[in-house]
């Protein structure tokens, strides 16, 4: 099939629109009063893409093309409409890996294409190996290469973020741990390349050799996406969240290459360059260098034994809460995931906008990678109606945590635990937090007596200017309401 002049011209500049589409509408995301609006307009742009593709010479199997975006398209819209807020980063995780496999499963079929190609080429004539090897594929040299690279990190990216999902979702211990764990890591990492290295070379002469080694290379790079995921501890999931996107982004500019299509090379790129961005975010707001997040044991704790946490856990009634923040000059409020699970963000700001309308100064308090994804909590604020001048980074709060009067902190736990700054041998130790503890008086809205992600205990919580408001987090922030329109009656 040969396209007209015309057509072609119409398929690039349709692509290019696309590209501009991408870009435009991950601008509109960076901020979250224009963020609906630039995912409209990168779906618009992702919509026209895959229309024009259909146009590009040499396509076959339109039928299975066809049903494969209906089924997708369908159960994508069906997940997205039922899954809660709460259940966001793992269908985050889990979305991020099909894009990771589907990469992979490109470079696969491009791979035993080239491989099975070559070996007929040298099967029917008697050309040098060269020979065979120029004439076996559309498959250069530099092309077959990024073939294994998009391979290897889109595997990499499938295994690493189902094991993520499910690390998320509940199903399985969320840190794995073994002696010499990262020198079984290198070693699976390093048997991976060297086995697809191997197949580049050995598919000249030896065949059947190079097939084993297709599938070594494929297994191993499997493996070691699930092996590097598994010492992954809790409080840095946010980061491998944006690492594995980054990957995946990577990983379909690559394949994007080989099959010589600029819509996958942009969009691959744009994703690869924006995760590894916001990896260096995440990262830097953990503390950790990127080489640790990459192949470093995540929340591990020092050798020694943790510290001993004294003090008791004192509770307050929501009565006697609403009291003490109705009469403060300033009031800090700190959401975290219970807030999430809880969805108790219009309560509290319902009750912040009577805070406010007492003439008490609130501010809503946000760590970096409070929730279990960058952003989460300035979604569920903004879902609320929490106008964006009242949201503090951490930065900017931390500094002026000694003048609140009261910091009132729900569903929030590893992200306001002051032993990330004095406990050496705790898994968050050298983790930014939110100084909360530095404030005149906290109040903690907690359903019960459990640990945080990280599955530590919160010395917060014991501390002599602490007091604790156990119930359900909507039902505690109702309470808070109920109490503070009392004081008008």
Known sequence: MTLPSYLSTVVDAVYFVAAVLFIWGLKRMSSPRTARRGIIWAGLGMAAA????????????????????????????????????????????????????????IGAVELIRFNAALQLAMNLSAARPETAFATSGHLGSVELILAFVGALIGAISFTGSLIAFAKLQGWMDRRFVFPLQRWVNLAIFAAAIACGALALTAGLEHHAFAWGLLV??????????????????????????????????????????VLQNEAMIIAGMVVGAAGTLLTQLMAKAMNRSLGNVLFGNFGAAGAGEAQEISGALKPIDANDAAVMMAYAERVAIVPGYGMAVAQAQHKIWEFARLLIERGVKVKFAIHPVAGRMPGHMNVL??????????IEDMDDINPEFPN????????????????ARTDKNSPIYGMPILDVAHAKNVIVIKRGRGKGFAGIENALFYADNTRMLYGDGQAAAGELVAGLKTLDI
């Open 50 to 105: 895959i229309v024009v593709t259909f146009f590009l010479p040499g396509m076959h199997n339109l039928g299975w093309m066809i049903a494969a975006i209906v089924v997708g398209v369908g159960l994508s819209w069906w997940v997205g409409r039922r899954v809660p807020m709460t259940a966001m980063p793992q269908m985050v995780a889990l979305f991020n890996g099909m894009g990771g496999g589907a990469a992979a499963a």
């Open 404 to 419: 609140i009067d009261v910091a009132l902190v729900i569903g929030a736990n590893d992200v306001v635990n002051p032993v």
């Open 216 to 257: 070594a290379f494929f297994a191993l790079s499997l493996a070691f996406g699930i092996a590097m995921t598994l010492p992954i501890g809790g409080a840095d999931m946010p980061v491998v969240i944006s690492m594995y996107n980054a990957l995946t982004g990577l990983a379909v500019a690559f394949e994007g290459f």
């Open 381 to 390: 604020l903004a879902e609320a109606g929490v106008p964006y001048d009242l």
